[in-house]
């Protein structure tokens, strides 16, 4: 399932005094699998990119090859493209419509040619799968709060069972146990499943503990792309940007600096305490 | 696909017609409406095209960008051609098929409504197109402002005009992204009856009236919250004030009224009416 992005541009509003040349050159390559953690400060042009990579947005050139198939070509059916990759917008609760969270959640797995008894099954299942149990199936989304309202959404798209899982700032807005809950259980879905996820994000502490990769964004180009640790090492290029790297990574480096030889790649607490357990052991 | 709808919207440009004053401008677009209906045989509908082309090159707005706002209006402009067409008795009968018959009089009918209307979308747009949606009420409140004292509420009139005019863009906006999330969850917009396509669109409606109640409560707390209690003793940062240009535009958009009533007398006079 891996998706191919080969020298995509997009302009939003082009030829008019609006023109914002939103994606330039970007080239990618999202394998099977892979956690991915897509990172860049407001504007950089993420939420334009995870558009483009279920085809909601057509590229204003270059192409995108899922499954080596090119998703611009005559024969590609779009909706089979958004059956397996799922995109979870920027603040979803707002897209919430039903009477109930169950039949919001079933409305993805309807559309896609469910019985009504399948999706509903679905529907539970990704329900559980955010924590939600059976006693919010019949409330109104409405009177939910907001990190609830935010699960359901989130479940609205995991009940689609997706391949690839987009989720566009799922932690935007939330308290940080509401965050971490979200983000643990995107992990272990992850795990579980085998399947890629793609997490969008301006926090380089967030996406530090859980991707495999990170993708950085500035000003519609794509500037690093590789694991946490590479990336993390051009932490000064990153703190220009106006991005920061995890705290961790500034205390490794502050401790190298005054002399201590620790390993500097260090980026969570558990890492960063291993690492000075070692080098004081070393001594 | 939304976002063609051009009425409302400001486009930025360094003009003459965008530095005007805006009650100049809503003078202006009244007069040239007016003027449209005074508007008789050729001779009338030559001077508005050169009139209001002349305006939109100086306004230097690309005319792709202002035609756009005419989408919006196809297929009332074609129900309006269709129907002058085909049944507008005429003394020549041009073209005959079964029933349908097109006469003199209604082809001339039919392309003069079709400009009419044609020539009000655009005419309207440049002055949306020209004027931020602030200037605009700012004028129209100035313009309407001896109404007063007919206990006509004409600041909240503005304010709640300015308000509606401000949101339409964002609206759109918003109806653009729940329409992509619904997509994305397998949403159909495009196929199917007509029934289909009426149910189809309550997973947009219903979020986006949520979102638009949501937004104007948060607007009438932002606004509260500034201590707002309408017009009462307001005072403007940037009071509006009458420029030479203004004066020479008032001159020339007058001139081109009394043309317009001259072309249509005269007209009338000679019965040179052969249109
Ligand atoms: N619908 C739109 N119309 C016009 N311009 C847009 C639109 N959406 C985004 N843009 C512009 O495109 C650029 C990239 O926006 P995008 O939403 O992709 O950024 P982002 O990285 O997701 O930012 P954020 O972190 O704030 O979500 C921005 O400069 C933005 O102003
Ligand atoms: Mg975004």
């Known amino acids: 399932m891996s998706i191919k992005v080969k020298n995509v541009n997009y302009t939003y509003a082009e030829g008019t005094a609006y023109e914002i040349h939103a994606l330039k050159d970007i080239n990618l390559e999202i394998p099977d699998g892979q956690f991915i953690g897509l990172i860049g400060h407001t504007g950089s042009g993420k939420s334009t990119l995870v558009q483009h990579l279920n085809g909601l947005v057509k590229a204003t050139s270059g192409r995108i090859y899922f499954n080596e198939r090119d998703i611009y070509g005559e024969n590609f059916s779009m909706k089979e493209l958004r059956s397996k990759v799922g995109l979870v917008f920027q603040y979803p609760e707002h897209q919430l419509f039903e009477v109930d969270v169950l039949s919001d959640v079933c409305f993805g797995p309807r559309n896609l040619g ?9 529907a539970r299942e990704a329900l559980h799968m955010v924590g939600l149990g059976a006693e919010y199936e019949k409330r109104s989304p409405f009177e939910l709060s907001g990190g609830q309202k935010r699960r359901v959404a989130i479940a609205g ?5 997706p391949q690839v899982l987009i989720l566009d700032e799922p932690t935007a807005g939330l308290d940080p146990k509401g965050r971490d809950e979200i983000l643990d259980q995107i992990e272990s879905l992850q795990k579980e499943r085998g399947i890629t996820v793609v997490l969008v994000s301006h926090s380089m502490e967030d996406v530090a503990r859980y ?5 950085v964004m500035d000003h519609g180009e794509v500037r690093f792309d590789g694991t946490p640790k590479e990336v993390f090492r051009h932490y000064k290029e990153l703190e220009k ?4 790297a995890p705290q961790m990574t500034y205390l490794m480096q502050g401790l190298r600096e005054k002399g201590a030889d620790v390993d500097a790649d260090a980026t969570t607490i558990e890492e960063a305490a291993d690492a000075v357990e070692h080098w004081l052991k070393s001594k | ?32 409406i007016v003027s449209l209906f005074v508007a008789k045989g050729i001779m009338g509908y030559l001077v508005a ?3 209001l082309g002349a305006v939109i090159r100086m306004s230097k707005v690309p005319f792709g960008y202002m035609t756009k706002g005419l989408r919006a209006i196809v297929m009332l402009l074609m129900i309006t051609v269709i129907f002058n067409l085909f049944l507008i008795d005429g003394d020549f009968v041009l073209w005959r098929f079964g029933f349908l018959r097109i006469t003199d009089k209604g082809l001339k009918t039919a392309v003069f409504m079709a400009v009419r209307l044609i020539y009000l979308i655009l005419g309207s747009s440049v002055m949306t197109l020209t004027t931020t949606p602030n200037d605009l009420t700012d004028g129209l409140e100035k313009l309407l402002g001896p109404l007063k004292r007919l206990h006509v509420p004409v600041h909240e ?18 109806t653009d992204k729940i329409m992509k999330a619904q997509i994305a969850r397998g949403a159909d917009f495009e196929t199917g009856n007509l029934i289909q396509k009426a149910k189809a669109m309550v997973p947009l409606l219903v979020p986006l009236f949520i979102s638009a109640f949501r937004r104007a409560n948060d607007l009438a707390m932002a606004m509260e919250a500034r201590c707002y209690h309408g017009g009462n003793g307001r005072t403007k940062m940037k009071p509006l004030h009458y420029q030479r240009r203004d004066r020479a535009a008032y001159a020339v958009v007058w001139g081109y009224f009394v043309l317009m009533i001259a072309v249509k007398w005269s007209t009338s006079y000679y019965a040179v009416m052969w249109l």
């Open chain 1, 211 to 215: 991707v495999d990769r990170i993708i």
């Open chain 1, 114 to 122: 469910c019985s009504q008894a399948e999706a509903e099954k679905k």
């Open chain 1, 157 to 161: 798209v995991l009940a689609m069972e």
């Open chain 2, 157 to 174: 009139i503005a304010m709640m005009m300015s308000i509606a005019l401000r949101f339409i863009p964002i609206l759109l906006e918003e």
């Open chain 2, 1 to 32: 696909m939304i976002r063609d709808i051009t009425l409302g919207q400001y486009y930025p440009a360094k003009s003459v017609i965008h530095r005007l004053d805006p009650r100049v401008k809503l003078v202006t677009t009244m007069i040239f």
């Open chain 2, 49 to 51: 095209t050169l009139f």
């Open chain 1, 241 to 244: 940007m106006g991005l920061a």
